[in-house]
T-cell receptor, first 112, second 117 residues
Framework: SQQGEEDPQALSIQEGENATMNCSYKTSINNLQWYRQNSGRGLVHLILIRSNEREKHSGRLRVTLDTSKKSSSLLITASRAADTASYFC????????????FGPGTSLSVIP | EAGVVQSPRYKIIEKKQPVAFWCNPISGHNTLYWYLQNLGQGPELLIRYENEEAVDDSQLPKDRFSAERLKGVDSTLKIQPAELGDSAVYLCASERQGPQRNTGELFFGEGSRLTVL
């Protein structure tokens, strides 16, 4: 079963534009994470936001979390061709062992 | 530090044959995960270990899948017998425990791509 759902499923933008991806989830969480996966590779952790945080920045990445709406967004500013990848949100649910569940992902294409 | 190492990277087998995947997590990471990823989808949890204890194996199809982490370090995931629908990428990830709970940052290996013919 998957807890998170990313939106859109696919996104194509020009280099230099901003890319926004959204994630909605169903049950209460301890934290929410975003990962990137280049084609044929493993996932790479980008950023983690805890349930008591509302916004977090890391370089060109900005993540917001709205626990009342059970949603998060990932903004990549000034996109580059190298940002082309699939992006997944993952939630650590409030169980005794913080089960980490991934959404289906957003496929981002940045056109040079 | 060395990352999560998985082998083999690719495996092609006939249906009904057995297959095994190996994972060496990052040194000092107590938590180890096995995920299955189908093409175009997100990873789905198969099993999670805290040291040598399997704390969540509810998603593991136990009729044909088995896993072990005998000394709380390396882990193996086995499928016997493999079916056509098992074709997927099998990802291993590890996580460090913080003072009170897990840090929440998973480190993934490159994955083992299985093709069942």
């Amino acid at each position: 079963s998957q807890q998170g759902e990313e939106d859109p499923q696919a996104l194509s933008i020009q280099e230099g534009e901003n890319a926004t991806m959204n994630c909605s989830y169903k049950t209460s969480i301890n934290n929410l994470q975003w990962y990137r996966q280049n084609s044929g590779r493993g996932l790479v952790h980008l950023i983690l936001i805890r349930s008591n945080e509302r916004e977090k920045h890391s370089g060109r990445l900005r993540v917001t979390l709205d626990t009342s709406k059970k949603s998060s967004s990932l903004l990549i500013t000034a996109s580059r061709a190298a940002d082309t990848a699939s992006y997944f949100c993952a939630t650590a649910t409030k169980t005794s062992y913080d089960k980490v569940i991934f959404g289906p992902g957003t496929s981002l294409s940045v056109i040079p | 530090e060395a990352g999560v190492v998985q082998s083999p990277r690719y495996k092609i087998i006939e249906k009904k044959q057995p297959v095994a995947f190996w994972c060496n997590p990052i040194s000092g990471h107590n938590t180890l995960y096995w995920y299955l990823q189908n093409l175009g989808q997100g990873p789905e949890l198969l099993i999670r270990y805290e040291n040598e204890e399997a704390v969540d194996d509810s998603q593991l199809p136990k009729d044909r899948f088995s896993a072990e982490r005998l000394k709380g370090v390396d882990s193996t995931l086995k499928i016997q017998p493999a079916e056509l629908g098992d074709s997927a990428v099998y990802l291993c990830a590890s996580e460090r425990q913080g003072p009170q709970r897990n840090t929440g940052e998973l480190f993934f290996g490159e994955g083992s791509r299985l093709t069942v013919l």
